[in-house]
C-alpha cells in the first residue's frame, strides 16, 4: 500500500517535471516570436520617422525650386536647388553645420553632397528613424550657385542611382536622371565616427563618409569634372543584413519641379497676366517687327553676319544681335529678369523667314495663326513629349522640339519658309499647362515699306533739344538713350523734338514710351510741407507743313512747354498731356490726370475729364490722385498711343485706307500702364485691354504728315533750398505709321 502511494508519487514528480520543461519551452519559443515581432515593429517604426522626413525635405526642396525667383533672387528664372549646408573651406560666410545653405559651393556644373539645409528650407532639423539629421546632393546643373549655363526643363540630372549591389534604382535615360537625391543616413557602421561639430541642432562631423557608405567619388575624377555623372549606392536587404550600407534616400527629378512650375501663371502667362514665357515671345516679336523687310531677310539667308547655323534653329545669332546694346531694351542687359529667361529658355526658340526673293511680295507672304501678312515665325516649341530627347548634341534637330508645325519649319540651315505656309494655331496661341508641348507660334512682320518708324533705338542721335534755357532743361544721355526734362532757372521749360516728318492722314500711327518722375508729389522741409509739385510733361504732335520745330521752339513752363493754340505749330497739333499740377484756370481737377488735348489748348471743357477712365471721355482723373509721384520713390510708367484715320464724324469705324471726306476724323486713343503694349507694329485688341481715353476729332491738313516731341516744364521751388522742383525721364520710345 505505501510502496504504491510511494510510486505513485514519483510518476506525478516526473510528469509534473516534464510539464515543467514543456512550458519553459513553449515560453521561451513565444519570447523568441515576439522578440521577434518587438524588434520588426520597431523596424517598422523606424522606417516610417525616416519616409516622412526624406518625404517632407523632398517637398520643401521641390517647393523651394519652384518659388526660388521669389525667394530673393527676381532676375532669375524658377527651377533651381539650394546648395547643401556643407564645408566650403571658408568660401561661405556661413558656419559649417549651421541649417544654412551656403551662398555657393564648388565649381560649376559639379555634383555636390552635404547636410540638408533645413533652416534655408524653413523645416525643423528633420531627422531619420536611427535619430540623425537628413544629407543632401545637387547635381551641378541644378545648384543655384555657381548655376550651369542653360537650365530649363531638358537639363539633365548628373545623379546614377543604384542599390549596393549595383542594380539601377533609378531609370538610367538621359532625361530620367535625377537632379538631387536627399538621404537618411541610418545608424553608424563600421569605423563611422559622428563627433559633434558645428552649433546647429544637427550636431555631427561634417565628413559624409562619416554618414553615408554609398557615396564614393561624386564624378569620375578627383575633384569631379564638370558635368561628370555620379553614382550613388543606396541600402538593399543584403547590404543592411551585413553591415555595409544602411543609406536610404528620395530621388528629386527635373519632372517633378517643372511639373510644378509649369503651373506658375508668371511662367506662362498670357496677355492679361504676363508671364516668362508669353513676355519673351512678345518682346522677341516686338523686336523683330521694328526691324525693316531688308534686315529680316539677312536676318535669315546672308551667311557672312546673321545666318542661323544648322545647330540653333535659326535663332543663336538673331539673339545675339537683339541683345546687343540698345538694339533690344531690356535684353542688351544680362542682368534683367528677362535676359536671364532668354538665356536659359533659347533652345527651346526657333526662327525663320522667307527666301529674300518672297519676302516683298505680298502673294508670297506666309500665315501664322490668324495673320496672313507675315514675312517670319518666331516658335516656342514647348516641352518635349515622351519620344523626345533634348540631350547638347541634339540642339539643332527640329524634329526633337517641334510637332504641330515639324513639316512646315524649313530644314538645315533653318533659313527659309517656303512661300505661302501657313502656321495654324488655335487661340490664345499661348502656354497652356496643361498641354505644354503643343508649339507656340508668333507672326513677323516686320517694318513693310511705305511704314514710318522713329524710335530712340535707332534714333535718338537725331532729335533736337529745345527751349530758351534748353541746356538746362533737357538732358539727353546717349548711352542709355533716355532724355530728363527738369527745371531750371527762369521759364524752365524744355521740348525734345524729332525731326524726322511722320504721315498721318491714310495711316494707323502706335507709339509707346516708358516714363518716371523724380520726387514724390508730396515733401517735407523742417517745418514746411509741400503738395502739388507742378506742372508735367506732354506729348504733342504738331503740323509739317511749316517745317519741323526748332532748338528754340518750345512752349511756356505752366504750359507743361507744349506749344499753345497761338503757337504756329501749335496751332495745330494733339497733345497727350500728363498734368502732376492743378491749375484752376484751366478746369484741372484735384487728382493727377492724362488727357488728349487738341490745337494747342489745355484747359478741359465740362465732362471730358473724369473718373471713369475706360475709354468713354478724353481725360482721365487718377486715383489714388498722387499717381505718377508716389512716395517714397515714383514708380515707373507707360504710355501707349493709337491714332486711327479714315474715321467717320463719331468715330465708331475707322478704315485708314477710306480717309477721303467726309471720313477725314482720327480717332485717338491712349492706354496707361498697359502689360505688353509695347509692339507697335500692331493694333491693341481692345476688348482685353480696354483703352483708357479716347477722342474723335477732324484731322485738319495740315496734320496729314506730323512732328512729335516731349516737351515739359515744371515749377522752381518757391524759396531758396526749398526741395527741388518736379522732373521726368523718359526712354523707350517706339513709334511706327503705317
Known sequence: MNSRCRTGSRSSQRGAALLIFALLVILGLLGAFFGQLDSTSQTSQRNKITDEALAQAKEALIGYAATYRDRQHPTDVFGYLPCPDMDTNGISEDADNDGFAESTCGLADTTVVGRLPWKTLGLPPLRDGAGECLWYAVSGSAKNSPSTSVFNWDTLGQLVIQDAGGTALVSTAEHDRPLAIVFSPGSVLGSQSRASSGTSECGGSNAAADYLEGLGILGTSTPPAAKSLSTILLANADSIRNGTNNDRGLVITSKEIFDRIKKRTDFGGDSAKPGDIYTLLYDLTSCLNRKTTATLATLSSDPLSWAPSSTNKGIDNIISRLAEANNCAPYNDANTQQRKVLDNWKDNLLYATMDPSDITNPSKMISVNEFADCKGVLIFSGERTGAQTRTPAEQGDKAKYLETYLSIFPDSPYNTIPAASTFPGTA?????????????????????AGSTQVTFTDDFGTFVAAGPLSSAAVTPNATNQT????????????????????????????????????????????????????????????????????????????????????????????????????????????????AIMTNGSLTHAAGTITTTCDGTASGCRHSPANKFEESPVPAAHNQRIEIHTGCNSTCTNCDPTNHVSPNTYARITAWVDCTDCNDVARDLNRTTKPPMIQRCTILNTEMNLIYFGFTGGFLPGATAGEAPAQSVTIKNLYLRSD
Not at 435 to 447: Q, S, V, Y
Not at 491 to 503: D, E, K, L, Q, R
Open 428 to 448: 490664345p496661341y499661348e502656354f497652356n499647362p496643361l498641354n505644354p508641348a503643343t508649339d507656340i507660334a508668333r507672326c513677323i512682320k516686320g517694318l513693310p
Open 483 to 594: 532724355v530728363t526734362i527738369t527745371d531750371a532757372s527762369g521759364t524752365g521749360n524744355g521740348c525734345f523734338w524729332s525731326p524726322i516728318a511722320v504721315p498721318l492722314a491714310g495711316k494707323a500711327l502706335r507709339a509707346y514710351y516708358e516714363f518716371q518722375f523724380s520726387y514724390p508729389d508730396k515733401f517735407s522741409l523742417g517745418d514746411l510741407t509741400t503738395t502739388d509739385r507742378g506742372n508735367g510733361f506732354t506729348f504733342q504732335m504738331v503740323r509739317s507743313d511749316v517745317g519741323a520745330p526748332s532748338s528754340t521752339t518750345c512752349g511756356t513752363e505752366s504750359a507743361m512747354g507744349a506749344l499753345g493754340s497761338a503757337d504756329i505749330w501749335g496751332s495745330f497739333s494733339f497733345i497727350i498731356e500728363t498734368d502732376v499740377h492743378k491749375d484752376t484756370a484751366r478746369s484741372d481737377p484735384t487728382e493727377n490726370h492724362t
